[in-house]
């Protein structure tokens, strides 16, 4: 073989292997922990979804500041998601920890919902799915998610609940206790004790709620829970984190993520509340944390990318036993 045909075989060889490994030679090789090569570990994608020339899933997309359905692929969407969730000058790997989390999502929301929007896979509502800020993407969301393109949690073959919230208050919640979610606690998340970054706002931390006994009540309707004059507000069962999963309002149960929700979760800021009072005409409520406390605290993951760890260590703190799998 002459030396011009040697070359053309090294070329064709080399060519080979760089298609067979992709990317994946600048990626942290540490990303597929607990998961073996094995394809039968990769969810599938939603049936739904169609794939785009650059073998990235194609979503239609209601952006409600529009109000229409665009198309785009995944990759775009997260880059919107990741600067709509988190602050844009944040580390990098808790960048990259969210953007999995967000492809996860809308994975898992696209194979097992539908939006309520016609016509559209998911939506830019948050009342539905995930907060969209596409202005705020810089080149650090840039990098986050293309470093993580195509990565997403995977749990038995299949996608997780890919749950986050803002601060734990110190530790994460079961989903029946925080969520009152009805589809039973999965494995992969247990209460998690999270050290939150001490650069968090403080009202994040520690806060205080007030309202009238007039807006207890109607909250408590809304949430399910019909009450005739507020007299009483007591704390009733708490989960291991001390968050309540109900509200004893005239010693009736009142669900305490509902009435959060319902009363403005803005400013009952989470369920770890640590004491309530009744003065007058008004209810005032004590606790910590922001948001509903299940799965990944977004001031954890900025505290553990300041100390180093990789998104993929953030995530398996707070995921433990769920692997991240990349599916194209």
């Known amino acids: 073989m002459n030396m011009k045909k040697k070359l053309s075989v090294a070329l064709a060889l080399a060519v080979m292997m760089l298609a067979m490994t992709g990317c994946m030679q600048n990626r942290d090789p540490s990303v597929n922990w607990r998961l073996s090569d094995s394809r039968a570990n990769l969810?599938?994608?939603?049936?739904?979804?169609?794939?785009?020339?650059?073998?990235?899933?194609?979503?239609?997309?209601?952006?409600?500041?529009?109000d229409k359905n665009e198309d785009m692929d995944i990759e775009n969407y997260v880059m919107g998601v990741v600067a709509g969730e988190m602050k844009n000058d944040w580390p990098v790997e808790a960048l990259k920890a969210q953007a999995i989390l967000a492809r996860t999502f809308v994975l898992k929301f696209c194979e097992d919902k539908t939006s309520k929007y016609p016509g559209a896979d998911i939506s830019t509502d948050v009342a539905e799915a995930q907060a969209y800020a596409p202005q705020?993407?810089?080149?650090?969301?840039?990098?986050?998610?293309?470093?993580?393109?195509?990565?997403?949690?995977?749990?038995?073959?299949?996608?997780?609940?890919?749950?986050?919230?803002?601060?734990?208050?110190?530790?994460?919640?079961?989903?029946?206790?925080?969520?009152?979610?009805?589809?039973?606690?999965?494995?992969?998340?247990k209460p998690t004790a999270s050290e939150e970054s001490e650069k968090a706002p403080a009202s994040a931390k520690a806060w205080t709620a007030t309202f009238t006994l007039d807006q207890v009540a109607k909250a408590c309707a809304d949430a399910g829970t019909r009450v005739e004059g507020v007299k009483t507000v007591e704390l009733g069962e708490?989960?291991?984190?001390?968050?309540?999963?109900?509200?004893?309002?005239?010693?009736?149960?009142?669900?305490?993520?509902?009435?959060?929700?319902?009363?403005?979760?803005?400013?009952?800021?989470?369920?770890?509340?640590d004491s309530v009072k009744v003065e007058g005409n008004?209810?005032?409520?004590?606790?910590?944390?922001?948001?509903?406390?299940?799965?990944?605290?977004?001031?954890?993951?900025?505290?553990?990318?300041?100390?180093?760890?990789?998104?993929?260590?953030i995530l398996q703190k707070y995921f433990p036993s769920v692997g991240i799998v990349e599916l194209w």
């Open 136 to 189: 705020s993407i810089n080149d650090r969301v840039r990098q986050a998610v293309d470093e993580t393109r195509g990565m997403a949690l995977s749990w038995q073959g299949e996608f997780p609940n890919a749950w986050f919230h803002a601060h734990s208050g110190g530790m994460t919640e079961l989903p029946s206790v925080a969520l009152e979610y009805k589809g039973g606690d999965p494995e992969y998340l």
């Open 282 to 313: 008004q209810v005032t409520f004590q606790g910590r944390g922001f948001g509903h406390g299940v799965g990944l605290s977004q001031w954890g993951a900025y505290q553990m990318a300041e100390e180093g760890r990789t998104a993929p260590q």
């Open 43 to 66: 969810p599938r994608l939603p049936e739904k979804l169609s794939i785009g020339k650059n073998g990235v899933p194609v979503l239609t997309v209601h952006d409600v500041s529009k």
């Open 238 to 273: 708490k989960g291991e984190s001390g968050r309540v999963k109900a509200i004893l309002v005239n010693g009736k149960a009142v669900s305490a993520p509902s009435f959060r929700i319902q009363i403005g979760a803005n400013r009952l800021k989470s369920t770890l509340i």
